[in-house]
Nanobody, 111 residues
Framework: QVQLVESGGGLVQPGGSLRLSCVASGSGFSINRLGWYRQAPGKQRELVAG???????RYGNSVKGRFTISRENAKNTVHLQMNSLKPDDTAVYYCNYGTAWGQGTQVTVSS
């Protein structure tokens, strides 16, 4: 079973940046299966970023060009660098691995 712990959320002004991190632990783990989702109030959970089967990054349409996912294999850690943040990016961000979810971290973009 995989355990996921997120960190790095907070309050930021429009145009600002934040970096989220997700540390995974467990056996039989494949870091390429880690991804980020988000859920805003009243909306469905949506994919933010993850990796293809080949290990290439993939992004939700609304964050392409602004967010970057990266990984530190030795630390079982995936990061999400979020730039040019907009109020519409406000949501709880979740790390995901198959059926496992982290506890979520709040990102609020507001002036």
């Amino acid at each position: 079973q995989v355990q996921l712990v997120e960190s790095g959320g907070g309050l930021v002004q429009p145009g600002g940046s934040l970096r989220l991190s997700c540390v995974a632990s467990g056996s039989g783990f494949s870091i390429n299966r880690l991804g980020w989702y988000r859920q805003a109030p009243g909306k469905q959970r949506e994919l933010v970023a993850g990796f293809t089967l080949g290990g290439s990054p993939r992004y939700g349409n609304s964050v392409k060009g602004r967010f970057t996912i990266s990984r530190e294999n030795a630390k079982n850690t995936v990061h999400l660098q979020m730039n040019s943040l907009k109020p519409d990016d406000t949501a709880v961000y979740y790390c995901n691995y198959g059926t496992a979810w982290g506890q979520g971290t709040q990102v609020t973009v507001s002036s």
